[in-house]
T-cell receptor, first 116, second 112 residues
Framework: EAQVTQNPRYLITVTGKKLTVTCSQNMNHEYMSWYRQDPGLGLRQIYYSMNVEVTDKGDVPEGYKVSRKEKRNFPLILESPSPNQTSLYFC???????????????FGPGTRLTVL | KQEVTQIPAALSVPEGENLVLNCSFTDSAIYNLQWFRQDPGKGLTSLLLIQSSQREQTSGRLNASLDKSSGRSTLYIAASQPGDSATYLCAVFTSNTGKLIFGQGTTLQVKP
């Protein structure tokens, strides 16, 4: 089944304890990205990657790191989490179109992170 | 900077009504525009994708249109049902930055 998977789905941690949220897709998509969703602020892009070893900042990259060493994986790293990073996180991927551009975005189920 | 706006923020209608949700964007340099549905506490379900060269897409009771020159898209829902109650989000994929920018969403309630 074609899908985007995220782990863990729920995580409660403490300030300063490094964590990684994994994202994996089995559709051979070039484009992958991370978003956070907060009440009143909507969905905001954190980082995106157009292909292996290529990553760029989204609108809210502060406090996050990413890497794209393999096409299927795009982990989100919080080196020193803080309470303001408590949020619902989504990973997504899409295929590059034959004429350039990108196709439909597929989203993972979300990771609910609480930082105490 | 690309900005995406959705109006109205909330909408309540009786079952059976036809309705229109609006999405506007400030920069016409886009690859595509996508409409999503999100149920409370859940993930995003893709409804329709319109490429920048297209004018509209249809799926069942849903029809989405795109007018790139005016920076507008509409999602038309025919014969609304209580099961349509959810938040509807539009997102544009910008071609000059590679970013996906979301609107704030329209929360729809369809009353039986």
């Amino acid at each position: 089944e074609a899908q985007v998977t995220q782990n863990p789905r729920y995580l409660i941690t403490v300030t300063g304890k490094k964590l990684t949220v994994t994202c994996s897709q089995n559709m051979n998509h070039e484009y992958m990205s991370w978003y956070r969703q907060d009440p009143g602020l909507g969905l905001r892009q954190i980082y995106y990657s157009m292909n292996v070893e290529v990553t760029d900042k989204g609108d809210v990259p502060e406090g996050y790191k990413v890497s794209r060493k393999e096409k299927r994986n795009f982990p989100l790293i919080l080196e020193s989490p803080s309470p303001n990073q408590t949020s619902l996180y989504f990973c997504a991927s899409s295929l590059r179109g034959r004429r350039g551009g990108y196709n439909e975005q597929f989203f993972g189920p979300g990771t609910r992170l609480t930082v105490l | 900077k690309q900005e995406v706006t959705q109006i109205p923020a909330a909408l309540s209608v009786p079952e059976g009504e036809n309705l229109v949700l609006n999405c506007s964007f400030t920069d016409s340099a886009i690859y595509n525009l996508q409409w999503f549905r999100q149920d409370p506490g859940k993930g995003l379900t893709s409804l329709l994708l319109i490429q920048s060269s297209q004018r509209e897409q249809t799926s069942g009771r849903l029809n989405a249109s795109l007018d790139k020159s005016s920076g507008r898209s509409t999602l038309y829902i025919a014969a609304s049902q209580p099961g349509d109650s959810a938040t509807y989000l539009c997102a544009v994929f910008t071609s000059n930055t590679g970013k996906l920018i979301f609107g704030q969403g329209t929360t729809l309630q369809v009353k039986p």
